[in-house]
Structures are given as structure tokens and as C-alpha cells.
């Protein structure tokens, strides 16, 4: 059954820093795998996806993400975090009518 | 604006009074789903719907009721709450081609609704 790890829970970094939240997945075929993020009080929005092809993906927000299929993971990076990007991630993989998602990692931005 | 409408928001309410939660999708989205948001747990999906008059459970459906009448309306119905039913809960949306089986389709989602049960 497929499945996803974020190792993470909390994680915090100090304003202008460099940014990885890891994910790792069990899923039996090539997978579809996504990252979203959740404001407060907001739904989940989509940061990225990758579905095929290079496996080093842009999204939106200046965030980017590293497929390795050899390490099973899905680790998502960014060059340097704003105080906006105080949230909670989520990483997902599967299809549409099966995704599986992380138990998220929340982020805290210091100033 | 292509969105995806949950209410209400926020819900207070008392074990036994049934209640239901309403989502309504503008895209023409063919497949719609539920989850619930739990601390240390991720998002788990309740039920879907893979197009009008078609659901099918998800990973956690006890408590639970759904229907599809309409393509663009997926309300979530709790017939009688209990207090481990308290959650944040999602509405999501996807198109759906006919006959593709890849499942290589975005989740729209909605706002939440949190949902308290005393």
C-alpha cells in the first residue's frame, strides 16, 4: 500500500535561510507525487507536482523539489524562506482518487 | 474565480444533532472527496465520488454520509455526531477524463470547516 513519511513535524528556520522538508513514499509503481502547503485558516494549495520527466521540479513561490527514486523520496527546497512561508506542508503521492498524504510538517519562520 | 466552496466554516454543535456540510465546486469537476485533517495524522479521505449518482468509501467513512446528485454539489452528512467526529474537515475536487486510469490530475481544495462536537 502506498504510503508517505514526513519525518518532520516541526522545523524552524530563521528568516533568509535555506529551507529542505523531507518526504519519503512507498508506493508500488512511478509515482505521482505533490507538495502542498496550508496557510492558516486556509485549504491546502498546490506548491508542486511531478507526474514523469526531470526530476527536479519548480512550483510556485520559489519552492522546488527533488524526485530519487533510488531513496524513495520527494524533498522539497527552498533557496531562502520568507516570513510568508510560515505554514504547514503536506506531501502526497497517488493518483487523484487514491492519494495518500503525509502527516505534514509545520514550519516556523524566526525573524 | 474556479474554486471550491465549503459551509459553514466553523460548526459548533452537540452529540446526536445531525448535521451537514456542504461543497460546491465551480469547474465542472467530475470526481469529488472528503477528508478529515487530524493533528500527526495527515489528511484521510472519508468518501469520494468519481462522478453524479457514483461514491464509494475512503479510508475512514464510520459516521459518515454522502450523496451526488448534482456534479457540482458533494454534501457531507453526519447523522448523528460524536465528539471523535471533532475535525477539520476538506472538500476536494479533480477533473476526471473518461477512461483515463493514469489518475494524473491536480486536487482543487476548499477552505475547511472545523467542526466541533460536544
Known amino acids: ?111 | 474565480e474556479a474554486q471550491v466552496t465549503q459551509n459553514p466554516r466553523y460548526l459548533i454543535t452537540v452529540t446526536g444533532k445531525k448535521l451537514t456540510v456542504t461543497c460546491s465546486q465551480n469547474m465542472n469537476h467530475e470526481y469529488m472527496s472528503w477528508y478529515r485533517q487530524d493533528p500527526g495524522l495527515g489528511l484521510r479521505q472519508i468518501y469520494y465520488s468519481m462522478n453524479v449518482e457514483v461514491t464509494d468509501k475512503g479510508d475512514v467513512p464510520e459516521g459518515y454520509k454522502v450523496s451526488r446528485k448534482e456534479k457540482r454539489n458533494f454534501p457531507l452528512i453526519l447523522e448523528s455526531p460524536s465528539p471523535n467526529q471533532t475535525s477539520l474537515y476538506f472538500c476536494a475536487s479533480s477533473p476526471s477524463r473518461q477512461g483515463d486510469v493514469s489518475g494524473a490530475n491536480v486536487l482543487t481544495f476548499g477552505a475547511g470547516s472545523r467542526l466541533t462536537v460536544l
Not at chain 1, 502506498?2 to 522545523?11: F, G, L
Open chain 1, 1 to 111: 500500500a502506498q504510503s508517505v513519511t514526513q519525518p518532520d513535524i516541526h522545523i524552524t528556520v530563521s528568516e533568509g535561510a535555506s529551507l529542505e522538508l523531507r518526504c519519503n513514499y512507498s508506493y508500488g509503481a512511478t509515482p505521482y507525487l505533490f507538495w502542498y502547503v496550508q496557510s492558516p485558516g486556509q485549504g491546502l494549495q498546490l506548491l508542486l507536482k511531478y507526474f514523469s520527466g526531470d526530476t527536479l521540479v519548480q512550483g510556485i513561490k520559489g519552492f522546488e523539489a527533488e524526485f530519487k527514486r533510488s531513496q524513495s523520496s520527494f524533498n522539497l527546497r527552498k533557496p531562502s524562506v520568507h516570513w510568508s512561508d510560515a505554514a504547514e506542508y503536506f506531501c502526497a503521492v497517488g493518483a487523484y482518487y487514491d492519494m495518500r498524504f503525509g502527516a505534514g510538517t509545520r514550519l516556523t519562520v524566526k525573524p
